[in-house]
């Protein structure tokens, strides 16, 4: 199992330009999120989805766009990137059940992007 | 007041010492995770918890759901024990969302 795929690992932006944060996870997880994180603020969560169709926003979603076509595929796009966009983002993804949601697994981490926008 | 909070911010032991890091929330969650992260940037699950008590190796993790509280503890700590830890906490029923602490910074001096 090659877990959860993020790509690109680097990516640099001009203000304005858009792109997709790809992540792929191969364990048939239904849960899968996108993350920020900031010097000094910690993770953030920016979208989330607990199965194909089914997306939610989290604490940061303004300026991202997500959709959830597969259960293994959850990308993360920006439309106009901008310089508050800089930061590194991490996808994960885990087991989730609505019937029986203590069996949760533990969390699987992509390794990161790391985006700047000038 | 941040729903997670961690404490402390940044620990410095010495190698052998026992080491806890707290997190306390104030919202009612399903599940509560530990997570490590290295200087290398990548994030590994410590431990997955919704009551009572976990150990892997020298790591032990607990948690008291009526006190909104958990505790990470190392025995024995190494320097391969530097990293930050992250709390985190998984929304209740209809809240699949997850909050994160602002990481607890350790280091371990040989």
């Known amino acids: 199992n090659a877990g959860v795929t993020q790509t690109p690992k680097f990516q640099v932006l001009k203000t304005g330009q858009s792109m997709t944060l790809q992540c792929a996870q191969d364990m048939n997880h239904e849960y899968m999120s996108w993350y920020r994180q900031d010097p000094g603020m910690g993770l953030r969560l920016i979208h989330y989805?607990?199965?194909?169709?089914?997306?939610d926003q989290g604490e940061v979603p303004n300026g991202y766009n997500v959709s959830r076509s597969t259960t293994e595929d959850f990308p993360l796009r920006l439309l106009s990137a901008a310089p508050s966009q800089t930061s590194v983002y991490f996808c994960?993804?885990?087991?989730?059940?609505?019937?029986?949601?203590?069996?949760?697994?533990?969390?699987?981490f992509g390794n990161g992007t790391r985006l700047t926008v000038t | 007041k941040n729903e997670v909070e961690q404490s402390p911010q940044n620990l410095t032991a010495q190698e052998g010492e026992f080491i806890t890091i707290n997190c306390s929330y104030s919202?009612?969650?399903?599940?509560l995770h530990w997570l490590q992260q290295h200087p290398g940037g990548g994030i590994v699950s410590l431990f997955m918890?919704?009551?009572g008590k976990k150990k892997h190796g020298r790591l032990i993790a607990t948690i008291n759901i009526q006190e909104k509280h958990s505790s990470l503890h190392i025995t024995a700590s190494h320097p391969r024990d530097s990293a930050v830890y992250i709390c985190?906490?998984?929304?209740?029923?209809?809240?699949?969302?997850?909050?994160f602490g602002t990481g607890t910074r350790l280091t371990i001096i040989p």
């Open positions: 989805s607990v199965g194909a169709g089914i997306t």
């Open positions: 918890l919704s009551s």
């Open positions: 919202v009612g969650i399903s599940a």
């Open positions: 994960a993804s885990s087991y989730w059940s609505p019937h029986d949601r203590g069996s949760n697994s533990p969390l699987h």
């Open positions: 985190a906490v998984l929304g209740d029923f209809g809240n699949e969302k997850l909050t």
